[in-house]
Every structure is written in C-alpha cells, then in structure tokens.
C-alpha cells in the first residue's frame, strides 16, 4: 500500500483545513487507517484512527471535538477534518495503515505517507 497525503498549508487560528490520503492497490478496505503529527522538536504522536468499515473511530484528546477522521473506501482515501484550528496543531502530518487498528493506535504501522505540513498562525 502506498500513501499520498495531501491538503496541509498554511491557516490563521480558529480556522479549518481538511486533510486527504491516497492509498494504492485494492486492499485499503482491509487496513485501519490512521493519523500522526510531528511537531518541530517533538516526537510523533497519534492523532486519531478508523477502523476498516469506518464504523468506528478513535481521537486523541487534544483534537476531540475539533478533528474528525473518516473514510471513504470506494475511493481509497481517508480524511482529517480540522476545525478549530490551534497554533500547537502546527505540525507535519502523516498517514499510516495496519491490518490492526490497535496497533496503528500504539503508532505500529506497516505502512506510513510522507508528510504534508499543517501550520496555524496566531
């Protein structure tokens, strides 16, 4: 599988922006998907998670309410809808996938996108 992450730019406080990852192949309805942030100077953390019917989803507290992750498999492309957006959500964002969505949870992904970067000024 193979992941294109999309959608990051540059967004002044309180603003929104809507994330996008591509995957390849014809399996992505079989993998939890997932996202990841990295700020400058900070070890990746997990941002939230969707299982692989999209039935379930998971959010780190610091974006629940604000960030919605969902899924769209016929088009093999996971979302991050950012609202409210804050200037420590700055960060390069990535998505991942795993056949286990409790392992993508712990950040054990098998596969990773590269990064687009997200920045809030404000």
């Known amino acids: 599988v193979q992941l294109q992450a999309f959608g990051g730019g540059l967004v002044q406080a309180g603003g929104s922006l809507r994330l996008s990852c591509a995957a390849s192949?014809?399996?992505?309805?079989?993998?939890?998907m997932g996202w990841f942030r990295q700020a400058p100077g900070k070890e990746r953390e997990f941002v939230a998670a969707?299982?692989?019917?999209?039935?379930?989803?998971y959010s780190a507290d610091s974006v629940k309410g604000r960030f919605t992750i969902s899924r769209d498999n016929a088009k093999n492309t996971v979302y991050l809808q950012m609202n409210s957006l804050k200037p420590e959500d700055t960060a390069v964002y990535y998505c991942?996938?795993?056949?286990?969505?409790?392992?993508?949870?712990?950040?054990?992904?098998?596969?990773w996108g590269q990064g687009t970067q997200v920045t809030v000024s404000s």
């Open positions: 991942a996938a795993d056949l286990s969505t409790d392992r993508l949870r712990r950040g054990v992904c098998e596969y």
């Open positions: 192949g014809r399996t992505f309805s079989s993998y939890a």
């Open positions: 969707i299982n692989r019917s999209g039935g379930s989803t």
